[in-house]
C-alpha cells in the first residue's frame, strides 16, 4: 500500500521560509508526473506545482520566483522550498504523486504566514 506522508509546515512571519516534505512508502515501481496544490479557506483547491519524471516544473504565477519544487528520487521524496512568504501563502498544502498510474494524495499540512 502506498503511501504519501507531508511534513514541514508551520507558522512563519511574512518574508520567511519553509521547506514542505512529501515522502512515498509502500511497493513503488514507477513515478510519474507529481506537485503540491493548496487550499486556503473558504477556497477552492489551487494547483501550486507541478514536476515531471524528468524534473521539468511549472508554478502558479503568484509563486514563480518564490517557491522552488524538487525531487529526491532515492527517497521518493518531494520537497517544496518555499521563499519571501506572504499571508496570501496561508493554506493547507498537499502533495499528490502519479505512482504507478494511480493518484496519491498526502494528508496536507498547514502553512500560516503571519506576524
Known amino acids: 500500500q502506498v503511501q504519501l506522508v507531508e511534513s514541514g509546515g508551520g507558522l512563519v512571519q511574512p518574508g520567511g521560509s519553509l521547506r514542505l516534505s512529501c515522502a512515498a512508502s509502500?511497493?513503488?515501481?514507477?513515478?510519474?508526473?507529481m506537485g503540491w496544490h493548496r487550499q486556503a479557506p473558504g477556497k477552492q483547491r489551487e494547483l501550486v506545482a507541478t514536476?515531471?519524471?524528468?524534473?521539468?516544473?511549472n508554478y502558479v504565477d503568484s509563486v514563480k520566483g518564490r517557491f522552488t519544487a524538487s525531487r529526491d528520487n532515492a527517497k521518493n521524496t518531494l520537497y517544496l522550498q518555499m521563499n519571501s512568504l506572504k499571508p496570501e501563502d496561508t493554506a493547507v498544502y498537499y502533495c499528490?504523486?502519479?505512482?504507478?498510474?494511480?493518484?496519491?494524495w498526502g494528508q496536507g499540512t498547514q502553512v500560516t504566514v503571519s506576524s
Open positions: 499528490w504523486m502519479n505512482i504507478d498510474s494511480y493518484e496519491y
Open positions: 509502500g511497493m513503488i515501481f514507477s513515478i510519474y508526473e
Open positions: 514536476m515531471t519524471s524528468g524534473g521539468s516544473t
